[in-house]
């Protein structure tokens, strides 16, 4: 499977029937993005502005490690998934439904950086305060 260079990082592309797979390891956020379309055809614009998209959720968690975009077309609209798979902890989950790909997309990013921003709130609201400072 022949490797190829992109702007931010290294891409691997395979396809077999309507299941495409896309491995992209993204020097800048040491984020890796798999990318599945299931009954459907993804335009590789999409795919990159995809690709960017997910990744550029490393800066609401620095400790996701990688992070898989699931694309489905069924009769009703078209549905995109996101899992981000985070070191130490749960995996985040996000689903959108949306007229087209890039509405559906738009939506599951911000939700996925939504719930990683809560996550990492709550992580760091609940930590002691260090010794040397006293309690009001």
């Not at 956020?29 to 795919?47: F, K, M, T, Y």
Request: charged share 30%.
């Amino acid at each position: 499977m022949p490797w190829k260079r992109f702007s931010g990082g290294w891409k691997r592309a395979t396809g077999v029937g309507s299941f495409l797979l896309s491995d992209v390891s993204n020097a800048r956020n040491n984020v890796r993005v798999q990318i599945s379309a299931r009954h459907c055809e993804l335009p590789s614009g999409e795919r990159e502005r995809v690709e960017e998209q997910v990744a550029s959720l490393s800066k609401f968690s620095p400790r996701a490690s990688h992070a898989e975009v699931v694309f489905t077309e069924e009769k009703h609209g078209k549905d995109v998934e996101v899992i981000v798979y985070i070191d130490g902890s749960d995996p985040v989950v996000a689903k959108a439904e949306g007229a087209d790909f890039r509405s559906a997309t738009d939506a599951v990013v911000d939700r996925a950086g939504r719930l990683l921003r809560k996550q990492r709130e709550r992580r760091i609201d609940h930590k002691a305060p260090p010794l040397g400072e006293s309690l009001p």
